[in-house]
């Protein structure tokens, strides 16, 4: 069973950069097939999905976030990265780290995030 | 692409059928997910590629739809079932998610 654990300071000073990682058991990330993503949610809000790497290095980041936004994987300690910088007060939100699955209905592929971690909320505040 | 559910959020009773209907800013073909979210919890997968039923999810869950209209469906709410869906396009980046609809108890 494929487990995910965010971990990370739970406040972060405004225009600093917030860094969380995700570590990954009961699967290894550099067995390829899957993209490993983050996403963040307000509180009290809806989900926004901030990008997902694969166990290459390859990355894509939403569009919104890109300037801030940067993803790691290390392959060695099962783990991915997320670093965000220049944070205010409106990055504040719980922070998830997913995987994101890929089905072959041809002639399509398919994507879903099928495994989560618990979630870690991080504050912005001075 | 903007996904808009309806309702935003709902009443209703154990073994009520409920429809919860997301609609795309453009069309998506099927890559339409939906999640079932908890308090306090992180969101579980429900359905993806539209229609398909992911393992170990009940079948009393079912989704719909091609394009830019999309329902998932309970057949018969069961207790545990009280949460907020969110459903989620994975057609074109940046992958977006519904605002949620909240499944209360009547």
């Known amino acids: 069973q494929v487990q995910l654990q965010e971990s990370g300071p739970g406040l972060v000073k405004p225009s600093q950069t917030l860094s969380l990682t995700c570590t990954v058991s009961?699967?290894?990330?550099?067995?390829?097939?899957?993209?490993w993503s983050w996403i963040r949610q307000h509180p009290g809000k809806g989900l926004e999905w901030i990008g997902y790497?694969?166990?290459?290095?390859?990355?894509y980041y939403n569009p919104s976030l890109k300037s801030r936004v940067t993803i790691s994987v290390d392959t060695s300690k099962n783990q991915f990265s997320l670093k965000l910088s220049s944070v205010t007060a409106a990055d504040t939100a719980v922070y998830y780290c997913?995987?994101?699955?890929?089905?072959?209905?041809?002639?399509?592929?398919?994507?879903?995030?099928?495994?989560w971690g618990q979630g870690t909320l991080v504050t912005v505040s001075s | 692409i903007q996904l808009t559910q309806s309702p935003s959020s709902l009443s209703a009773s154990v073994g009520d059928r409920v429809t919860i209907t997301c609609r795309a800013s453009?069309?998506?073909?099927?890559?339409l997910a939906w999640y079932q979210q908890k308090p306090g919890k992180a969101p579980k997968l429900l359905i993806y590629?539209?229609?398909t039923l992911q393992s170990g999810v009940p079948s009393r869950f079912s989704g719909s739809g091609s394009g830019t209209d999309f329902t998932l469906t309970i057949s018969s709410l069961q207790p545990e079932d009280f949460a907020t869906y969110y459903c989620?396009?994975?057609?074109?980046?940046?992958?977006?998610f519904g605002q949620g609809t909240k499944v209360e108890i009547k």
């Open positions: 989620q396009q994975l057609n074109s980046y940046a992958w977006t």
């Open positions: 790497i694969y166990y290459s290095g390859s990355t």
């Open positions: 590629a539209a229609s």
């Open positions: 009961g699967g290894s990330i550099s067995s390829g097939g899957y993209y």
């Open positions: 453009q069309g998506i073909s099927s890559y």
């Open positions: 997913a995987r994101v699955n890929v089905a072959t209905i041809p002639p399509a592929f398919y994507y879903y995030f099928d495994y």
